[in-house]
């Protein structure tokens, strides 16, 4: 694909983002009715408008490419381009009048054999409630409303703030609350927002050093992966090995933090004892042993 190419995606789906952006707002002032699609997963009907709106400017501007959206849409998912759709990602938090949702658009060009994942060749994030438009495009950066941005400069976990989420479903049959109380004592802080793609958009611009959670969709995933490897950062399963779409990890660092992230992976998952965590004093000996060696 050329730049052009992914230009051509990126401006037009920057501008569909930015109308259901403003049909979330809407719905946001006014309240919305709620369902339940399992036993905690809800649904509402900004979900389903906002994904019609997309789905509908989608087929108008390039009628020939498949869409998979969150809320039910498969269409021409044989073609070369795919688009993944999560017309509101934060959905709980929506519903409760938590000001943290977006709307995320990633565009797959598949591979040949379409048994594997081809690449994400642009991406868009955007946030209503702060105006905020995330974007990029195979090969030429991560931007945030125009000024490039990249990932953090932190250099070990115990100083970075790092962030995670927890699945709406099935909480009992989810492990990540060890991970959390782990990485809790030994970084700066953990923050759960509730949305993956901002997670995700926050680790490309470096307001987070690293993000990390299980079983999440490709429609949460796709286009804040390459906002994140647009901007310098890393994104792997906890082994290290490559992300995929259809990852059931998923780790995004500054890339700085990455090896220290996946021993502490590597450790947990082996039931190894962790290193003992450093006193105030030990850290800083760390922090001068490290700043003598530059």
């Not at 400017?57 to 381009?81: A, D, K, Q, V």
């Not at 690449?119 to 105006?131: H, L, Q, S």
Request: charged share 25%; aromatic share 10%; proline share 4%.
């Amino acid at each position: 694909m050329s730049v052009l190419d992914a230009q051509t995606f990126v401006e037009p789906a920057s501008r569909i983002a930015l109308e259901a952006g403003a049909l979330l707002r809407d719905f946001y002032r006014k309240g919305v009715a709620t369902e339940y699609k399992g036993d905690v997963d809800l649904v509402t009907e900004a979900d389903r408008a906002s994904e019609k709106l997309i789905v509908e400017r989608l087929h108008g501007l390039f009628p020939e490419h498949g869409i998979y959206g969150e809320e039910g849409t498969r269409s021409h998912l044989e073609s070369e381009y795919r688009w993944y759709i999560d017309p509101l990602d934060g959905t709980t938090n929506f519903a409760h009048g938590f000001p943290a949702f977006c709307i995320s658009m990633g565009l797959e060009r598949r591979a040949a054999s379409r048994s594997e994942d081809g690449e994400i060749v642009a991406a868009v994030i955007y946030d209503p409630t702060r105006d905020e438009l995330f974007t990029a495009e195979k090969g030429k950066g991560a931007y945030l409303n125009g000024a490039h941005i990249h990932v953090s400069r932190t250099p070990v976990l115990a100083e970075a703030l790092v962030a995670t989420g927890f699945p709406s479903h099935k909480r009992h049959q989810n492990p990540n609350i060890h991970f959390y109380h782990q990485f809790t004592l030994r970084s700066h802080g953990v923050r759960r927002a509730g949305s993956a793609a901002l997670d995700l958009a926050y680790t490309a611009c470096g307001r987070f050093d690293a993000y990390w959670e299980f079983n999440l969709n490709p429609w949460d995933t796709s286009a804040g992966a390459l906002l994140v490897n647009e901007a310098g950062g890393t994104m792997s399963r906890f082994d290290g090995s490559a992300f995929r779409l259809d990852s059931q990890e998923i780790l995004a660092t500054n890339g700085l933090l990455r090896d220290e992230m996946l021993r502490f992976f590597e450790a947990m998952f082996a039931g190894r004892d962790l290193e003992p965590i450093p006193t105030p004093a030990e850290f800083a000996a760390q922090r001068a042993a490290a700043a003598h060696a530059k």
